[in-house]
């Protein structure tokens, strides 16, 4: 209310702000939220498999807009992919290639990833939370690759080996009063069993969504991954965990259904690949100890580093380099798993970068046959070792259909009913940049307007 004691130009003033306070709140409520959650190493072939039990993701994949699959990005991984989510860009330009950043840790001296980096060290292009936070909006992020020491997230709880230490402190305060956490030490969460680990992820979710709902939300769900690595995928324990999953999805859901995130908030569900089930593991190193290639530092000459289904060999030193190069090509051309070797001039077409420019790359990339997996162990004397029991493995080349995710969108602004075909894991934070009406330039992907309802961004 105005007061009657102010001068006339006063009055005039203040109804004037008052207009603009009130235009600028109707231009944020009109921009809405996004919650993007990802369920790790859910692959697109669970949404038709009806042993599956993920009502909820099929709920919101028949009323809203959802992809045939979302094809991932070498490698088939969980930090590069999230990262290709948040970027819009390949590996080949975000620098994410592990989960961690690979060290060569000089001539003659191993290779090692070393996972308790800042984001700054990691991801070598903006994110579109950061596009959002410079924007002036609410930014958060739980259980996100990369986002250590990130200064563009209001609120944050990194996936960090030291994941409560650097959290952001209020809401580690506020997590703890809630009982979400049982204290301030990482040790305790660490022991935790995947499960409770995604249940404290999820109550942190529903805490912000509910407390200072952020214009955008990232929620990493990870206990699908860790079971199918221990399980195999379409294992009853597999199925478990993708029910607790899905269970979680709808209760985002139910708290986006109310008070005023109702009508305005646009949930994306993704994943960052999916899952084989290897019958054998290949040693290369085995192979390279037994050359004489993998001997201690200073004296090391070539390592094999897996990612699952492909592996990166590293040439450590370079003045034997040449003629160690021709040796690791002759001796794992013979490996019966292995269904080919790539050299650098052949990985642009993956949208991995070249060793000249980023270090963590290989110098050279080997490529399991199906039915194999890699190993980074060298102390056996096997090369290739039979699997007793079932197991999951993903990091095969993005061609491979089994390492399709999932995407669906589902709510503001979202077309009802829409079939989006296959698409590329890079079209998704341009999405999340138009459902903001913000742009996003300089992405490898596009936004996904076939899924959108209203306008483009001015």
């Known amino acids: 209310m105005l007061n009657p004691d102010w001068p006339p130009t ?7 702000l008052a207009g603009i306070i009130l235009a600028c709140s109707t231009a944020a409520a009109v921009e809405g939220h996004v919650v993007l959650v990802t369920v790790d190493g859910l692959a697109a072939y669970y949404l ?7 009502t909820t993701l099929r709920k919101l994949a028949a009323e809203g807009a959802v992809a045939d699959g979302l094809r991932v990005a070498n490698p088939s991984t ?4 999230h990262t290709t989510l948040v970027t819009g860009v390949y590996p080949q330009r975000h620098s994410v290639l592990f989960n961690g950043v690979l060290v060569r840790s000089g001539p003659g001296g191993p290779v090692h990833i070393e996972v308790d980096r800042n984001q700054g060290d990691l991801v070598a292009l903006p994110t579109i939370y950061d596009l959002v936070h410079r924007s002036g909006r609410h930014t958060a992020a739980i259980n996100w690759p990369c986002t250590r020491g990130s200064t563009t997230l209001d609120d944050n709880f990194p996936d960090a080996p030291d994941r409560i230490a650097a959290m952001t402190p209020r809401l580690r305060a506020e997590l703890v009063r809630a009982r979400v956490l049982d204290d301030y030490q990482d040790t305790g969460f660490a022991a935790k069993a995947a499960a409770a680990q995604d249940q404290a992820w999820c109550a942190a979710a529903l805490h912000l969504l509910q407390v200072r709902p952020p214009d955008l939300l990232l929620l990493h769900l990870l206990g699908t991954d860790a079971i199918q690595h221990r399980y195999g995928p379409q294992s009853p324990a597999a199925y478990t965990a993708l ?4 269970a979680q999805v709808a209760e985002v859901l139910r708290v986006m259904e109310t008070g005023d995130l109702r009508g305005k908030t646009t949930l994306i569900v993704a994943s960052d690949h999916g899952f084989e089930r290897p019958a054998k593991l290949i040693s290369p190193n085995v192979i390279l100890r037994k050359a004489g290639l993998l001997r201690p530092s200073p004296r090391r000459r070539a ?3 897996s990612e699952g289904g492909i592996a990166f060999v590293y040439l450590t030193n370079p003045s034997t380099a040449r003629d160690d190069r021709t040796n690791v090509l002759a001796r794992l051309s013979q490996v019966q798993g292995i269904e080919r070797i ?13 060793p000249n420019s980023n270090p963590q790359a290989g110098d050279l990339l080997l490529v399991a046959k199906e039915g194999y997996a890699f190993s980074d162990e060298f102390l056996d004397d096997e090369v290739e070792t039979p699997l007793p029991f079932p197991v999951g493995s993903h990091g095969y080349l ?5 390492m399709n995710g999932v995407l669906i969108l589902w709510g ?4 009802p009913k829409t079939k989006i075909g296959f698409v590329d894991n890079v079209d998704v934070a341009p999405t999340v940049a138009a459902l903001l009406r913000q742009e996003f330039p300089g992405a490898d992907g596009k936004a996904l307007r076939e899924a959108i309802a209203g306008p483009p961004p001015p």
């Open 243 to 246: 029910a607790l999953a899905d």
């Open 398 to 402: 993005s061609t491979d259909t089994r």
């Open 342 to 354: 790539l050299e650098p001039a052949q990985y642009s077409p993956l949208h991995l970068p070249d």
């Open 303 to 305: 390592q094999s580093v």
């Open 10 to 16: 006063a009055r005039a003033g203040a109804v004037f």
């Open 412 to 415: 503001f602004r979202i077309k």
């Open 48 to 54: 038709s498999d009806p042993r599956a039990p993920l």
């Open 78 to 81: 969980t930090w590069p992919n």
